[in-house]
């Protein structure tokens, strides 16, 4: 997602390392999915480790993280945040407010269906523009 690529560029200027963002970022999935680690998520989903959870998330689950990583991005230039504990918390912050707006609008986002695995969607539109591709071919020969 652009938005956490965004937020690892901010904070890896704010002294967080490889090793924090993935604590950040894990710690924010567990705020957004009522304690649920990334990690418990992806079982459930049935993810490969390889793989990461947002390739197999419904959308709306998708936009709930890339909301709460925009606010957080927004608020650790907005209160100049440093280290991994301060834009932990407030990445946490930010998850948990997103989840509470869907909670309050009856949503559970652990409990939403997963997505179409990503990876089977980019081949599936690669061979439709393949078709289209040599369909429009055939036409211009005709």
Do not use: C, W
């Not at 704010?14 to 970022?25: M, W």
């Not at 989840?99 to 089977?120: C, F, H, T, Y």
């Amino acid at each position: 997602m652009k938005s956490e690529k965004k937020l690892s560029g901010i904070i890896y200027e704010r002294g967080v390392d490889h090793a924090g963002f993935a604590v950040i970022r894990s710690k924010g999935d567990q705020a957004l999915f009522g304690g649920a680690s990334t990690n418990d998520m992806k079982r459930k989903r049935g993810v490969p480790d390889s793989r990461p959870l947002a390739d197999f998330l419904s959308t709306l689950a998708i936009k709930a993280k890339d909301f709460a990583t925009e606010m957080t991005s927004h608020n650790v230039q907005e209160k100049d945040l440093r280290g991994t504990k301060s834009i932990g918390d407030e990445h946490v912050a930010s998850n948990k407010a997103v989840r509470n707006s869907m909670l309050q609008r009856g949503i559970k986002p652990e409990a939403l269906p997963p997505g179409e695995d990503v990876k089977k969607v980019e081949r599936r539109l690669k061979s439709e523009e393949k078709q289209l591709k040599m369909g429009t071919k055939r036409i211009r020969k005709k």
